[in-house]
């Protein structure tokens, strides 16, 4: 059991968060440092829009970093980058990160970042991400980070809506079959917004162009290299802000083809960060934490970045992937090497380690002792995956459920205050703070076992999403008009007698490839943009290894003569160019028509089920039942 936490039953503990929010939140807050203490815990007086600790003034790189170095921590790991990929190595102890934000703090407030500002970073994963993170949070300003599989188009797109003066990036990241140059996409995304970025900060790594001068040239911006400014710089002191104040915006993909700039606050960060790592992940100070993901995703932004270091514990920033760098003992070299307690992963990293390494042979060839646990989320844990880790491993394998707008878990298996039986498929019970309910489409609450909406008790509890990034109206529309006074998660599951929560998918058009989650609409629009494409249906199959992965079906324009083969590249290559690698979009057919409702709506879904080899059912307001009889035999060839 963790020592922050009492021995007071995780039912108890849950109950009292719903029953006295104020009470109970309030006292989460207790064990942080304020520089003003709030005397409220939510603000409901602009519901549904909800605020949290909202007289409470501090700021979170001051709980992250200097009040362990005040209390005379300042030797212990703070950080470790583990790459695999340049074979490099090197830890960052407390006293040390706190020097090295201060200083990048002190070059951005030198090129005029201050206190509400935006920057943007496009940052493979290096040391230097999470310090420029840290480095906007210490000034007051707001990071949004761009995964780095996204191409320039997809950055402009954030530079338009976020509005930030700078971005801070690299020359460079690395996949293993190549390295991708960043700073030609970083110029081309800066020209091509229409929101004009002053500065551009760039962190010169070995083995790349070194092509500031060529990219510099192609835009207006001033272009700095990050060792220069930060020697130079004047190092800078933590900002209080409001704990509502902006932490960062973190964008996500909706149903439509643009991105929701989603948008968290320092004071409900801090606080609901630090009750969630040591009750869900069994992290305190003195253990080392690693979550396998990327500083690009919100798993990243939480548990890569805040949260082991607002408990003084050590995080491990890994550059490389889960097998190929060099092999699927990756991650036991590295539980190994740094001692690690808990290690945090997404369904599909697992899958690929089996793929691999069905025997999980490498994971005799490390010393994994001190693993306690190992984590996932970012999809469900299917059943057979996580009996086969488990057995590897010999520790409890643990899902827990949650999105880009939650920041943390809702649902999961508290095992640093109590460890519940493990049901297989099921993420376990709400988290703190989250008061959930499976609904049926009118909005009413469905009985223990039965499949629907997964919908959250108004308010969100503090650390989640209190808006869209100068959208409040979208935000609404998006997320809160569906069932009043509730969030819609946009999940569909059902919860058990015992209160076990059951994710079972998407109710949307959003899926989810490889742990990452993509925009079916985002990708139609960039194949439509093909000059043959009279109309398209980009759907999610089922896929062994990456859970879902997209496909098309087209209806060529009449007359158009390419072979599909050819149609197959040139828009592989498009939405590469337009969306990103990311959206691993490999996989296209040709068909006659497409199935619509007399409306002109496509029917996706029940094309889903087809694929899918589920029972589908074709709603009576079909235009035309023949069309599907004519897609099936291509819909169940699973392309
Ligand atoms: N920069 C540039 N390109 C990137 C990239 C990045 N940061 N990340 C991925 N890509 C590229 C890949 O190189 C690949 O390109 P390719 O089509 O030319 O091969 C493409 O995007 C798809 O990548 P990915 O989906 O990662 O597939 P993969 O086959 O390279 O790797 C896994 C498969 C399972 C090993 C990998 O997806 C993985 O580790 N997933 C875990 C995801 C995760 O942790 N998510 C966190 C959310 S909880
Ligand atoms: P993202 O915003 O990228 O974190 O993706 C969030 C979505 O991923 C959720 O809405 C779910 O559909 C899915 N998801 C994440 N974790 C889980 C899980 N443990 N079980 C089931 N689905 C999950």
């Given at each position: 059991m963790s020592p922050s936490h009492s021995s007071t039953s995780y039912r108890e503990i849950h109950r009292r968060s719903i029953t006295e929010p104020q009470d109970f939140w309030l006292e989460a807050a207790s064990g942080l440092e304020w520089e003003t203490f709030p005397t409220t815990a939510v603000d409901d007086s602009a519901a549904p829009l909800y605020r949290w600790f909202t007289d409470g003034t501090l700021n979170i790189t001051r709980n992250a970093l200097d009040r362990h170095v005040d209390a005379g921590h300042g030797d212990r790991t703070a950080l470790i980058y583990d790459s695999a990929v340049t074979e490099n190595s090197r830890s960052y102890s407390y006293a040390e990160l706190l020097k090295e934000v201060s200083a990048a703090a002190g070059a951005l407030k030198g090129l005029g970042v201050g206190s509400g500002d935006r920057v943007l970073l496009y940052m493979p994963m290096i040391p230097q991400a999470v310090i420029a993170m840290l480095a906007c949070a210490r000034l007051g300003a707001v990071h949004s980070v761009v995964f780095g599989g996204f191409a320039a188009k997809e950055i402009a797109a954030r530079i338009d809506d976020a509005a930030p003066d700078t971005v801070i990036t690299a020359t460079g990241g690395i996949e293993p079959s190549r390295r991708i140059e960043y700073l030609p996409k970083v110029a081309e995304a800066v020209q091509r917004a229409q929101h004009k970025v002053r500065d551009v900060v760039v962190v010169h790594r070995e083995g790349f162009a070194n092509s500031v001068e060529q990219a510099s040239e192609q835009t207006q911006a001033q272009w700095h290299a990050w060792d220069t400014v930060t020697t130079q710089a004047e190092p800078a002191g933590a900002v209080s802000v409001k704990a509502t104040h902006p932490l960062y915006v973190l964008y996500t993909s909706g149903t439509t083809g643009k991105p929701k700039g989603v948008v968290r606050d320092q004071g409900g960060t801090a606080v609901a960060l630090s009750w969630s790592v040591p009750a869900i992940f069994d992290i305190g100070p003195g253990q080392t934490m690693l979550?396998?993901?990327?500083?690009?995703?919100v798993v990243g932004h939480s548990y890569i970045v805040y949260a082991p270091l607002l408990a003084g514990a050590t995080s491990v920033l890994y550059e490389g992937k889960p097998i190929g760098t060099p092999d699927a003992g990756a991650f036991w070299r590295m539980v190994q090497q740094h001692r690690i307690t808990s290690l945090f992963t997404a369904p599909t990293a697992l899958r690929a380690i089996r793929k691999a390494d069905p025997g999980a042979s490498a994971v005799a060839d490390y010393d994994i002792s001190s693993l306690k646990y190992l984590f996932s989320a970012g999809e469900r844990l299917d059943p057979e995956t996580q009996r086969w880790i488990g057995q590897a491993l010999n520790v409890p394998v643990i899902d827990n459920w949650w999105q880009t707008e939650t920041g943390w878990p809702i649902a999961a298996n508290p095992v640093g205050i109590e460890q519940l039986p493990v049901k297989e498929g099921s993420a376990t019970l709400p988290m703190v703070g989250y008061d959930i309910s499976v609904l049926d489409p009118l909005g009413e609450p469905l009985p223990a076992g039965q499949e629907g909406n997964i919908a959250i008790k108004l308010p969100l509890p503090p650390g989640t999403l209190y808006s869209l990034w100068g959208d409040d109206a979208r935000y609404i529309e998006s997320y809160l008009s569906a069932f009043d006074g509730y969030y819609t998660t946009g999940d569909s599951g059902y919860i058990d007698q015992d209160g076990y929560i059951f994710v079972m998918g998407r109710t949307d058009d959003v899926i989810n490839v490889s742990g990452h989650r993509l925009s079916t609409g985002e990708i139609e629009a960039a194949v439509a943009e093909h000059p043959a494409v009279a109309e398209c249906a980009v759907i999610g199959l089922a896929d062994e290894l990456k859970g879902q992965r997209p496909a098309g079906f087209l209806v060529l324009k009449t007359g158009v003569d390419i072979t599909e083969d050819q149609l197959r590249q040139e828009l592989v290559a498009h939405v590469r160019s337009s969306i990103g690698p990311v959206a691993d979009f490999k996989e296209v057919a040709v068909v006659q028509a497409l199935p619509k409702t007399r409306s002109g709506k496509i029917l996706r879904k029940t094309m889903r089920q087809i694929a899918d080899g589920k029972d589908y059912t074709v709603p009576s307001t079909i235009e035309d039942a023949g069309v599907i009889e004519d897609l099936l035999p291509v819909l169940r060839r699973n392309l």
């Open positions: 979550t396998a993901s990327d500083v690009g995703w």
